[in-house]
C-alpha cells in the first residue's frame, strides 16, 4: 500500500496548486484525477479554451471591422472554424502539458482513476474495473464543480448545449439563445455573435452579471447591446420543443403572465454552477455538506473528518480559478503547520469580452446594505488619452472608499484591458491602502491605467482630466 503526506482528489486549478506548494514544504505528496488529462474544467472546458476563442473571435472581428479605419486594408476575412478549433486546442494542450511537468518537477505522484474517501487516512483510487487504496496523513478534496441544469431541459451538447458543448461547435448557430446572463454566457455570447450568431439572452433577474456593481452591469448592457446582442430579463426558460428543425424556447415572464416562443438553433444553458462530489463517499466517511451541497469547512479548511480538507468550487465562495489556487496554497500551508490564510475580500473578479469587465471589494449595493458611509471617484475612458488614440473609449473606472478613512473598499472598472488593470486596485486594498495612496502614485503616459489614478483623485474630487 501507497503512503503519502498528502493526497489531493482533483487537478484543477486548486488541487494542482495545492500539490506543487505541499510538495514545495518537502511532502510527499499523490494527486488523484479521474479525467485523461490535468487541469480540470478550467484548463479544458472552461477558462482556458473560452479565452483562446474571446481572443480568436475578437481578431476575426476586428479584421472585418476596425482595420480599415486606421488605414490597414484587408479583403474580409473568412472564418474557418475547424482551424479555430485547432488553434483551441493548441493552446489546451500546451497547458495541459505544463501541469504534467509540474507534477514531475515536483515529483508528484498522478494516480489516475476515481478517488473515495474511506474515512480518515485512506483513499480508494478506481479505475477501470480496478481498485487500490492508498494511505496518507492529509487529504484535501479539489474536486471542482459541474454544470447547473435546468429542469425539464435535456442538455445533448449538440443543439442544447452547456458551456463545455458550446467552445465546440461544428458550425455557427443562426441564432443562439443563452439561458443565463452570468460571466459564462456572456462571454460565449461574445464568441458566438462576433462569428456572426444572432445572440438572445434570457436573465431570471430583473439585471445582468448578478453580484456585480449595479451601475457597472447598466453600462455593459447598453454596450452589449449596441454590439448587437438581445436581452429578456425578468423571464424564464420554462421549455425547449427539439422536434422540429429548429428549437421553439418556451419564454415566460419570471413574475408570471403569457408566454412565448423563441426559435433558435442552439440553446446555450448557463445558469451557473454546482459542486461535484459525486462518487467521493462523503456521506458514508461521515463528511458534512451544507444545504447547497457545498463541503462544510472550518476556518482553516478542514472538515469534519479528521485530516480531511477541501478547497475550491467544492466550498462556499466564488467559484473562480484564483480564489482555488489561493486556498491550495493556504491549506498546504496549514497542513505543514505555517499560518495559510486567504484575504476574501480581495479577490478579482474578470467577464473577458470586449470590453472586459473587472472588480474587486465591494459594491455600491454591498456598501449601501452593509450601512457603510463612502464616497465614490469615477473617470471615464472617454476622457483617458491612450483610450482616445486608439478609439476605445467604452466605458469608465469606478473607485470606491471609506467616507472616514479613504480606504478603498471597492475598485470597479469597463473597459479594454480591465482584467489587466485591475490589479493595483486589489494591491492596493491588501495592504490597507487609501484613493489617497493611489492617486499619489505616479502613472505612466499614455497609459488606460492613468484612468485608476484619475478615478481615486476624483475621490477627493480633484481630478485633472475632466
Request: hydrophobic share 40%.
Amino acid at each position: 500500500m501507497a503512503t503519502y503526506d498528502l493526497v489531493v482528489i482533483g487537478t484543477g486549478p486548486g488541487g494542482y496548486v495545492c500539490a506543487v506548494r505541499a510538495s514545495q514544504l518537502g511532502m510527499k505528496v499523490a494527486v488523484v484525477e479521474k479525467n485523461a488529462t490535468l487541469g480540470g474544467t478550467c484548463l479544458n472546458v472552461g477558462c482556458m479554451p473560452s479565452k483562446a476563442l474571446l481572443h480568436a473571435s475578437e481578431m476575426f472581428e476586428e479584421a472585418g471591422h476596425s482595420f480599415a479605419k486606421m488605414g490597414v486594408s484587408v479583403s474580409a476575412p473568412k472564418l474557418d472554424l475547424p482551424s479555430m478549433m485547432n488553434f483551441k486546442q493548441q493552446g489546451i494542450d500546451g497547458n495541459v502539458k505544463g501541469v504534467e511537468f509540474l507534477m514531475k518537477k515536483n515529483k508528484i505522484d498522478v494516480l489516475k482513476g476515481t478517488g473515495k474517501i474511506l474515512g480518515t487516512g485512506k483513499v480508494e483510487v478506481s479505475a477501470d474495473g480496478k481498485s487500490q487504496v492508498v494511505e496518507t496523513k492529509s487529504i484535501v478534496i479539489a474536486t471542482g464543480s459541474d454544470i447547473a441544469r435546468l429542469k425539464g431541459i435535456e442538455i445533448d451538447e449538440t443543439r442544447i448545449v452547456s458551456s463545455t458543448g458550446a467552445l465546440s461547435l461544428d458550425k455557427v448557430p443562426g441564432k443562439l439563445l443563452i439561458v443565463g446572463a452570468g460571466v459564462i454566457g456572456l462571454e460565449l455570447g461574445s464568441v458566438w455573435h462576433r462569428l456572426g450568431a444572432e445572440v438572445v439572452v434570457v436573465e431570471f433577474l430583473d439585471r445582468i452579471l448578478p453580484g456585480m456593481d449595479g451601475e457597472i452591469a447598466k453600462q455593459f448592457q447598453r454596450i452589449l447591446e449596441k454590439q448587437g446582442f438581445a436581452f429578456k430579463l425578468g423571464a424564464k426558460v420554462t421549455g425547449v420543443d427539439t422536434s422540429g428543425k429548429t428549437l421553439k424556447a418556451t419564454i415566460e415572464p419570471a413574475a408570471g403572465g403569457a408566454a412565448e416562443t423563441l426559435e433558435a438553433d442552439v440553446v446555450l444553458v448557463c445558469i451557473g454552477r454546482v459542486p461535484y462530489t459525486d462518487g467521493l463517499g462523503l456521506k458514508e466517511a461521515g463528511i458534512a455538506l451544507d444545504n447547497r451541497g457545498r463541503v462544510q469547512i472550518d476556518p482553516h479548511f478542514a472538515t469534519s473528518v479528521k485530516g480531511v480538507y477541501a478547497i475550491g468550487d467544492v466550498v462556499a465562495g466564488p467559484m473562480l480559478a484564483h480564489k482555488a489556487e489561493d486556498e491550495g496554497v493556504a491549506v498546504a500551508e496549514i497542513i505543514a503547520g505555517q499560518a495559510g490564510h486567504v484575504n476574501y475580500d480581495v479577490i478579482p473578479g474578470v467577464v473577458y469580452t470586449t470590453p472586459e469587465v473587472s472588480s474587486v471589494g465591494k459594491t455600491e449595493e454591498e456598501l449601501k446594505q452593509a450601512g457603510v458611509a463612502y464616497t465614490v471617484g469615477k473617470f471615464p475612458f472617454t476622457a483617458n488619452g491612450r483610450s482616445k488614440v486608439n478609439q476605445t473609449t467604452d466605458g469608465f473606472v469606478k473607485i470606491l472608499a471609506d467616507a472616514k478613512t479613504d480606504r478603498v473598499l471597492g475598485v470597479h472598472i469597463i473597459g479594454r484591458e480591465a482584467g489587466e488593470m485591475i490589479h493595483e486596485a486589489a494591491v492596493l486594498m491588501e495592504f490597507g491602502g487609501s484613493a489617497e495612496d493611489l492617486a499619489r502614485t505616479c502613472h505612466a503616459h499614455p497609459t488606460r491605467s492613468e484612468a485608476i489614478k484619475e478615478a481615486a483623485l476624483a475621490v477627493g474630487k480633484r481630478a485633472i482630466h475632466m
